[in-house]
């Protein structure tokens, strides 16, 4: 039961307050510097119980606020037929609470006002009377028949908190194998949780919605990782014609996933300029963001390896709770209720698999979007990686030696899993070896060993993950029925400039340096002279976005072929104005020229310049094209992190002393832009290993609202991220280059944790939870007799 003592983190507060908070928290925002004549703010009424009916709901005080113009509560949506929207797994989620809040900070009403400072007075202004009821936060719990039923809103379904049961692989071959291995091999089990984080990009969500009732135009500028996917949905929602909405998402502040979904701020805005006829922003606090808006991971997840004595490996067997929190709003494609956990065979060469899992409903946020990762592909990874370590020291196994033991060898590619992803390319034995000359492996074994009896705690932890990124095929990824192929629009301008736009939306990751590059290339031309443009729906062509590492993957595909289409008109250009068969003609960057007379020639540059002024009478004038790419399968980057730890017995820190990162992404375009997405994303790996978990205490008051609470690593912790790499290109990519931004967010956690098991594996320790805090290793010394005053 909610007590009267809960606290709530950023409720009640006047808006100076918040001011400084936003200050304070590191936010700001590109949307919040649009700036339109007549514009008015919104704020949001939340929730301060994580479970209650609403009895009743008087906005009289806060319409009497100075500047407070209106205030919008479920019922008023619910009038309009907006009161629910469809979330990207098919559940629907209250855009406001009508009759019932389902976690704390749940958006109750919305407030529209000529100020943010009358916004806030007119949210402390709203009496909401609640009754509180029973809070169900541990999902282990969550099918208990005394369990609160959350959901009764979903009347087509069986009153349960449970959400689905999913499954793949082969059970009965599965089973046996594990019957052979309990008779003559080795079976491990581990439990372990990889517990409910948050994305937290530097900015926050936020948006300005604009309705025009002159041209019925609706314009709104939003925190958003894909636009056109984003248009759809509000055309399809609120009924509103396509073509009259545009979204324009300009720089975004980092994403990681939390700007995927489209979330109850983004609806009232909306909805309020559409009632009020002028513009009005809503942009969301640190608190809000990390309360409500969608977070990652929250998998409880039981795995089990079976082998034969030697440590060759068999079998997989994994069994996963899933919290979803009050709403089913993960961010997954269609056909995928769990993303693609069932990559979690990783790069070995298991026989048999079977995977399930069952996701419930408690009453935290909804999320369970794709964290930079590509759909759950860190908990697969986390549970592999875990799995084996457990394994090597039940059989007294060097993790190292366990692991290129059961590789798919490089030979073996294409890779059909047993869980049958189709493996493109990969050599897992190269990476590995490669991290462990770096490192100096076996110096690294020998000093452990000296340490040890020294007494000391030394670690080492590897991480040999592979991923599995850059969704479509459209025929089997699909997000709320569009299909996953992205685009890129390639116009050549007479001078030989060159505009290209993209189906895909930057978030800091550097697509304009690195997809003008992939078209420069294609054209022999400077990467200056292309210009790359995106997140406007009124000029990109459509995309599906950038989450999941599928921008190089699929738009970087769909770059080079739009570019190629561009150079195969410029060839017909070539051979009219050379006078030659285009079979004749050669191919050097920049340049067509014919066979056996290479003085004979045009630059690209010429060829543009032609296609506006003297072109082929046989062919429409201009220079531009628009590729729009279905990849025919994902591409599967891997790597091999070795982490070396120290372990201090007084107090329980662990000090990380070496990462080495080896990473293979297939094709490079750009080593710098790699190597900054590999620091970034191994800072973010650091992060749940170590620090971040968004908790509740049983009343599901949110513990971890603010940056006080919820510990992001800073530089400070960061320890000196050691790369390296090699390249196994992917064979049906048009450039062979693979995914790489979120490789190390989902490398990285299992190496530091296998570091620290690995430290203590003497003594009997096979896991620890994350985030390993001081304190929960030092309680793991006290119980092991290691740790000291
Ligand atoms: O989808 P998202 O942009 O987050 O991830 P990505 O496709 O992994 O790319 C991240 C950045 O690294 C982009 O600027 C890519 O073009 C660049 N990249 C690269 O230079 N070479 C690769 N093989 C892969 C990515």
Same mark, same amino acid.
């Given at each position: 039961?909610?007590?009267?003592?809960?606290?709530?983190?950023?409720?009640?507060?006047?808006?100076?307050?918040?001011?400084?908070?936003?200050?304070?928290?590191?936010?700001?925002?590109?949307?919040?510097?649009?700036?339109?004549?007549?514009?008015?703010?919104?704020?949001?009424?939340?929730?301060?119980?994580?479970?209650?009916?609403?009895?009743?709901?008087?906005?009289?005080?806060?319409?009497?606020?100075?500047?407070?113009?209106?205030?919008? #509560?479920?019922?008023?949506?619910?009038?309009?037929?907006?009161?629910?929207?469809?979330?990207?797994?098919?559940?629907?989620?209250?855009?406001?609470?009508?009759?019932?809040?389902?976690?704390?900070?749940?958006?109750?009403?919305?407030?529209?006002?000529?100020?943010?400072?009358?916004?806030?007075?007119?949210?402390?202004?709203?009496?909401?009377?609640?009754?509180?009821?029973?809070?169900?936060?541990?999902?282990?719990?969550?099918?208990?028949?005394?369990?609160?039923?959350?959901?009764?809103?979903?009347?087509?379904?069986?009153?349960?908190?449970?959400?689905?049961?999913?499954?793949?692989?082969?059970?009965?071959?599965?089973?046996?194998?594990?019957?052979?291995?309990?008779?003559?091999?080795?079976?491990?089990? *581990?439990?372990?949780?990889?517990?409910?984080?948050?994305?937290?990009?530097?900015?926050?969500?936020?948006?300005?919605? +604009?309705?025009?009732?002159?041209?019925?135009?609706? #314009?709104?500028?939003?925190?958003?990782?894909?636009?056109?996917?984003?248009?759809?949905?509000?055309?399809?929602?609120?009924?509103?014609?396509?073509?009259?909405?545009?979204?324009?998402?300009?720089?975004?502040?980092?994403?990681?996933?939390?700007?995927?979904?489209?979330?109850?701020?983004?609806?009232?805005?909306?909805?309020?300029?559409?009632?009020?006829?002028?513009?009005?922003?809503?942009?969301?606090?640190?608190?809000?963001?990390?309360?409500?808006?969608?977070?990652?991971? +929250?998998?409880?997840?039981?795995?089990?390896?079976?082998?034969?004595?030697?440590?060759?490996?068999?079998?997989?067997?994994?069994?996963?709770?899933?919290?979803?929190?009050?709403?089913?709003?993960?961010? *997954?494609?269609?056909?995928?209720?769990?993303?693609?956990?069932?990559?979690?065979?990783?790069?070995? +060469?298991?026989?048999?698999?079977?995977?399930?899992?069952?996701?419930?409903?408690?009453?935290?946020?909804?999320?369970?979007?794709?964290?930079?990762?590509?759909?759950?592909?860190?908990?697969?990874?986390?549970?592999?990686?875990?799995?084996?370590?457990?394994?090597?020291?039940?059989?007294?196994?060097?993790?190292?030696?366990?692991?290129? *033991?059961?590789?798919?060898?490089?030979?073996?590619?294409?890779?059909?899993?047993?869980?049958?992803?189709?493996?493109?390319s990969g050599n897992y034995e190269a990476a590995l070896k490669l991290a462990m000359k770096n490192v100096d492996y076996e110096e690294l074994r020998r000093e452990q060993a000296e340490k040890r009896a020294r007494g000391e705690l030394m670690g080492i932890g590897i991480s040999s993950f592979t991923e599995i990124v850059g969704a479509g095929p459209g025929k089997h990824f699909d997000i709320a029925g569009i299909q996953m192929f992205d685009s890129c629009e390639v116009r050549v301008h007479p001078t030989g400039k060159v505009l290209a736009r993209i189906g895909v939306q930057t978030q800091g990751q550097g697509h304009?340096?690195?997809?003008?590059?992939?078209?420069?290339?294609?054209?022999?031309?400077?990467?200056?002279?292309?210009?790359?443009?995106?997140?406007?729906?009124?000029?990109?062509?459509?995309?599906?976005?950038?989450?999941?590492?599928?921008?190089?993957?699929?738009?970087?595909?769909?770059?080079?072929?739009?570019?190629?289409?561009?150079?195969?008109?410029?060839?017909?250009?070539?051979?009219?104005?050379?006078?030659?068969?285009?079979?004749?003609?050669?191919?050097?960057?920049?340049?067509? !020229?014919?066979?056996?007379?290479?003085?004979?020639?045009?630059?690209?540059?010429?060829?543009?310049?032609?296609?506006? #002024?003297?072109?082929?009478?046989?062919?429409?004038?201009?220079?531009?094209?628009?590729?729009? !790419? +279905?990849?025919?399968?994902?591409?599967?980057?891997?790597?091999? !992190?070795?982490?070396?730890?120290?372990?201090?017995?007084?107090?329980?820190?662990?000090?990380?002393?070496?990462?080495?990162?080896?990473?293979?992404?297939?094709?490079?375009?750009?080593?710098?832009?790699?190597?900054?997405?590999?620091?970034?994303?191994?800072?973010?790996?650091?992060?749940?290993?170590?620090?971040?978990?968004?908790?509740?205490?049983?009343?599901?008051?949110?513990?971890?609202?603010?940056?006080?609470?919820?510990?992001?690593?800073?530089?400070?912790?960061?320890?000196?991220?050691?790369?390296?790499?090699?390249?196994?290109?992917?064979?049906?990519?048009?450039?062979?280059?693979?995914?790489?931004?979120?490789?190390?967010?989902?490398?990285?956690?299992?190496?530091?944790?296998?570091?620290?098991?690995?430290?203590?594996?003497?003594?009997?320790?096979?896991?620890?939870?994350?985030?390993?805090?001081?304190?929960?290793?030092? *309680?793991?010394?006290?119980?092991?007799?290691?740790?000291?005053?």
């Amino acid at each position: 039961m909610a007590s009267e003592t809960q606290h709530v983190h950023g409720l009640g507060e006047a808006y100076k307050r918040k001011e400084d908070a936003r200050f304070i928290r590191g936010q700001g925002n590109y949307v919040d510097d649009v700036q339109l004549p007549g514009m008015l703010y919104g704020d949001i009424v939340r929730s301060p119980y994580a479970h209650a009916l609403i009895k009743h709901i008087d906005i009289s005080a806060a319409l009497a606020v100075p500047g407070v113009l209106a205030v919008i #509560t479920g019922k008023d949506l619910d009038a309009a037929g907006l009161a629910w929207m469809p979330t990207l797994s098919a559940d629907t989620e209250a855009v406001l609470a009508l009759d019932r809040v389902h976690y704390q900070m749940q958006e109750v009403a919305f407030v529209v006002a000529t100020s943010r400072y009358a916004a806030a007075d007119g949210v402390e202004a709203v009496d909401v009377e609640y009754e509180p009821l029973p809070v169900l936060v541990d999902a282990k719990k969550a099918r208990n028949p005394d369990a609160p039923l959350l959901r009764p809103d979903k009347k087509d379904r069986q009153p349960t908190n449970h959400i689905y049961h999913w499954e793949t692989g082969d059970r009965a071959a599965t089973d046996t194998a594990f019957a052979e291995a309990e008779a003559n091999g080795i079976v491990v089990r *581990q439990d372990m949780y990889v517990p409910r984080i948050h994305p937290a990009p530097i900015e926050t969500c936020g948006c300005v919605a +604009d309705y025009k009732a002159a041209t019925g135009k609706l #314009t709104v500028w939003m925190t958003s990782q894909a636009p056109h996917a984003h248009r759809t949905l509000f055309a399809i929602v609120a009924g509103l014609p396509e073509h009259r909405i545009r979204i324009i998402s300009p720089d975004i502040g980092g994403g990681f996933g939390n700007k995927v979904p489209i979330y109850p701020g983004y609806v009232c805005a909306v909805v309020a300029s559409l009632k009020t006829g002028r513009p009005v922003k809503w942009i969301e606090d640190r608190t809000e963001n990390l309360s409500s808006t969608g977070f990652g991971r +929250d998998y409880h997840i039981h795995a089990e390896i079976a082998s034969d004595k030697d440590g060759n490996v068999q079998a997989l067997r994994v069994n996963t709770l899933a919290d979803h929190g009050a709403f089913d709003a993960a961010a *997954q494609p269609t056909k995928f209720p769990a993303g693609l956990f069932h990559i979690c065979t990783g790069s070995y +060469d298991f026989k048999h698999a079977f995977v399930e899992v069952d996701a419930v409903h408690t009453n935290k946020a909804p999320g369970g979007i794709a964290y930079r990762c590509s759909f759950r592909v860190t908990e697969a990874s986390y549970l592999i990686e875990r799995a084996m370590d457990t394994l090597a020291h039940e059989l007294g196994k060097d993790p190292a030696q366990l692991r290129l *033991q059961n590789f798919i060898q490089p030979q073996a590619f294409p890779y059909r899993s047993a869980l049958d992803w189709t493996y493109d390319s990969g050599n897992y034995e190269a990476a590995l070896k490669l991290a462990m000359k770096n490192v100096d492996y076996e110096e690294l074994r020998r000093e452990q060993a000296e340490k040890r009896a020294r007494g000391e705690l030394m670690g080492i932890g590897i991480s040999s993950f592979t991923e599995i990124v850059g969704a479509g095929p459209g025929k089997h990824f699909d997000i709320a029925g569009i299909q996953m192929f992205d685009s890129c629009e390639v116009r050549v301008h007479p001078t030989g400039k060159v505009l290209a736009r993209i189906g895909v939306q930057t978030q800091g990751q550097g697509h304009e340096t690195t997809f003008a590059q992939i078209i420069a290339a294609e054209l022999g031309m400077s990467p200056d002279d292309v210009d790359v443009e995106h997140g406007d729906t009124d000029t990109a062509p459509y995309g599906l976005g950038t989450y999941a590492s599928r921008s190089t993957p699929v738009s970087g595909a769909a770059s080079a072929l739009a570019a190629r289409k561009v150079r195969d008109k410029a060839k017909k250009i070539a051979s009219y104005l050379l006078e030659v068969g285009e079979e004749d003609l050669e191919w050097e960057p920049g340049r067509f !020229y014919v066979r056996g007379a290479p003085d004979k020639g045009k630059t690209i540059q010429e060829l543009a310049f032609a296609a506006y #002024t003297n072109c082929p009478p046989y062919l429409e004038p201009g220079l531009e094209a628009v590729n729009y !790419y +279905d990849p025919p399968n994902l591409t599967y980057p891997f790597g091999s !992190y070795i982490c070396i730890v120290d372990i201090d017995r007084g107090t329980g820190q662990v000090h990380i002393r070496r990462f080495m990162a080896v990473d293979d992404c297939g094709t490079i375009i750009n080593p710098m832009v790699v190597e900054g997405q590999i620091h970034g994303g191994l800072t973010q790996g650091l992060a749940p290993a170590m620090y971040e978990e968004l908790a509740y205490d049983a009343d599901g008051n949110i513990l971890s609202g603010n940056f006080q609470d919820y510990l992001i690593p800073t530089s400070m912790e960061t320890p000196r991220w050691e790369t390296d790499r090699t390249v196994t290109p992917s064979p049906h990519h048009p450039i062979g280059a693979k995914g790489v931004g979120e490789s190390p967010t989902v490398g990285a956690p299992q190496a530091i944790v296998n570091a620290v098991v690995d430290a203590l594996a003497h003594v009997g320790v096979r896991h620890i939870d994350i985030p390993l805090s001081p304190w929960k290793v030092w *309680q793991v010394l006290k119980e092991k007799g290691l740790a000291t005053d």
